[in-house]
């Protein structure tokens, strides 16, 4: 009976007929559901009364499959009072994301007994709606969890993982991944749902680095509701008329496969990099969710912890590493973290040049990085794939060099990744027009600046610590030609670095860039020849956002 009032009231609401769809929804409010104690076992609490229940609506867009679902809500059931009535887990995902921005904005590190009472309330809440969904086994038609419909979840699992949250045995990613399938089971097939809109809710499960059974069925699902609109093939279903780069038949191989499909894919790479670089449209997120929790619970609401300047604890190798005497590998400007994530899990051997091969398993890692957001987030992830042997350091690059020195092992590689390059301009002046060109203002002003990240004091530093450590190596990567020729230079002529000679070179480069084309039209060095290599000298998994 409740399914047909809904499915009634459904139509009625696309034909436009609002108040027919009006007057059922006063009847489905009419309706209180009872559920008999001899139905349930529930030992743990006694129950004196049977359960009441009323019928909640939920009305959805088309890009979430359209209609309207309906679930059960209590009205007298102590099982499910464990949770604060107005908690929300989107929300408090929101909030815990918005109490990171919000401190690191400040240059505070976030107080983790606060954050943890916000995550329990999430974890109360998933306990909630998962015993709410108990109740499907009498009422099959209610949904599973109205607050968490479309793509809902795998947004909260998204936003946590931002924050760092590394959840008890991983019960809320888990949770949160089987709520996003049964949401593409209920809706992914539809018409109204988009490929798109699918390939959304698995990438973001993946860009949270996610992993464990309940993801991989995450994506067997995904994958079948894709083969379907590729079956079906029309305009509507698929719409990828803004990004005809996207290779549906290859994303679905690499779900079905039991690793291809995760945080190192190329789109979830991309991901990352949008939030890393706080693009506009991301920009504008993080400043939300910081003002959604100092609205909400006032920037006072978690006590400030100061900025630890005693790095004693912080570079403490015994306590960092189980065996410190095992090779290291450096990652300055680490970012997200992503590539480190990686390297600790790769296979040895998988380098494409014999100048760079290491036995990744039986080295250490270390990322260094002054984003509190991007520490937090590569923590967090570390710590749920339970990666002992790499860890994540706030700090400036060159302190962090400096006590490399008291490192017990031998450092193996050091590496800067493509650092925020400073702004292209010919001359000082040209800075304003530049920007009014639409050059990036963020940027630093220029190479001499000193915002710079890489300076001739820290590749000095860095030459000094590998040459004490059984002749390490230096890799410099840049996506800007005149950047990478600039880090060359320096490492060479001021920092005592000699380059090495590969046998895939760099013969001929395309100036494809419009800053790559004003650098060759200036006379600047190509980056051509021996000492730049053509092909990646890391595994694909050590690929950074």
């Known amino acids: ?271 990352l990099w949008r939030f890393s670089t706080r693009q506009r449209k991301q920009r504008v997120f993080f400043e939300n969710a910081a003002k959604h929790f100092d609205g909400r619970y006032g920037k006072d609401a978690t006590r400030l912890h100061s900025i630890n300047d005693d790095k004693s604890d912080k570079y403490e190798w015994s306590k960092l590493f189980k065996d410190p005497t095992r090779p290291l590998v450096v990652d300055v400007g680490s970012g997200m973290g992503v590539s480190l994530l990686g390297l600790a899990t790769a296979a040895s051997g998988a380098t494409h040049e014999e100048e760079i091969q290491i036995d990744w398993n039986e080295c250490n890692f270390i990322g260094v990085d002054l984003s509190r957001l991007g520490i937090r987030f590569a923590r967090g992830v570390s710590k749920r794939w339970e990666l002992d042997n790499l860890k994540f350091v706030v700090d400036p690059a060159e302190e962090c060099i400096e006590r490399l020195s008291s490192y017990p092992g031998p450092i193996k590689l050091a590496m800067i990744q493509f650092p925020t390059p400073y702004r292209y301009t010919e001359e000082r002046e040209d800075v304003e027009a530049s ?29 000094e610590v590998l040459s004490r450590k059984e002749d390490g190596k230096l890799l410099v990567q840049s996506n800007c030609e005149d950047v990478a020729v600039r880090m060359k230079n320096i490492a060479e002529t001021r920092a005592g670095f000699q380059s090495l000679e590969f046998t895939n070179s760099v013969t001929s480069l395309d100036a494809v860039t419009q800053r790559a084309q004003r650098w060759f039209a200036n006379g600047g060095d190509r980056a051509i020849g021996k000492s730049f290599s053509s092909l990646p000298l890391l595994p694909m998994v050590g690929r950074t956002e």
Not at 147 to 158: I, M, N, P
Not at 204 to 219: D, E, I, P
Request: charged share 25%; proline share 2%; hydrophobic share 40%.
């Open 435 to 463: 920007v009014a060109q639409g050059y990036n203002a963020q940027l630093p002003e220029d190479s001499e600046s000193g915002c710079f990240m890489v300076t001739e004091k820290l590749l000095r530093l860095i030459q």
């Open 1 to 271: 009976e409740i399914d047909i009032l809904v499915r009634q009231r459904s139509e009625a609401r696309w034909d436009g007929d609002y108040n027919r769809a009006d007057e059922l929804r006063d009847v489905i409010d009419q309706i209180c559901v009872t559920i008999s104690l001899n139905q349930l076992q529930y030992s743990a609490i006694d129950l004196e009364n049977d359960l009441e229940y009323k019928i909640v609506t939920t009305d959805l867009p088309r890009s979430q499959g359209g209609g309207s679902t309906w679930e059960l809500q209590p009205i007298n059931n102590p099982l499910f009072n464990n949770a604060k009535s107005e908690d929300n887990v989107l929300q408090l995902a929101h909030a815990a994301l918005g109490m990171v921005v919000s401190t690191s904005e400040r240059g505070v590190d976030v107080n983790e007994e606060d954050l943890d009472r916000l995550v329990s309330r999430i974890e109360a809440r998933l306990q909630t709606l998962q015993q709410r969904k108990a109740m499907g086994t009498f009422f099959p038609g209610t949904a599973a969890a109205g607050e968490l419909h479309g793509r809902k979840a795998a947004d909260a699992a998204f936003w946590l993982s931002l924050a760092g949250v590394n959840a008890r045995d991983n019960f809320i990613y888990d949770e949160l991944a089987q709520v996003a399938s049964e949401e593409l089971l209920r809706f992914g097939s539809n018409k109204s749902c988009r490929a798109k809109d699918v390939l959304h809710i698995v990438e973001r499960f993946a860009m949270a680095g996610v992993t464990g059974s309940s993801v991989h069925q995450l994506y067997n699902v995904a994958a079948d509701c894709l083969e379907v609109k590729m079956m079906n093939n029309t305009s509507d279903s698929v719409d990828d008329s803004d990004d005809d780069s996207i290779d549906y038949n290859n994303i679905i191989k690499s779900l079905r496969g039991d690793v291809t499909f995760g945080l190192h894919s190329d789109r979830s790479l991309l991901g």
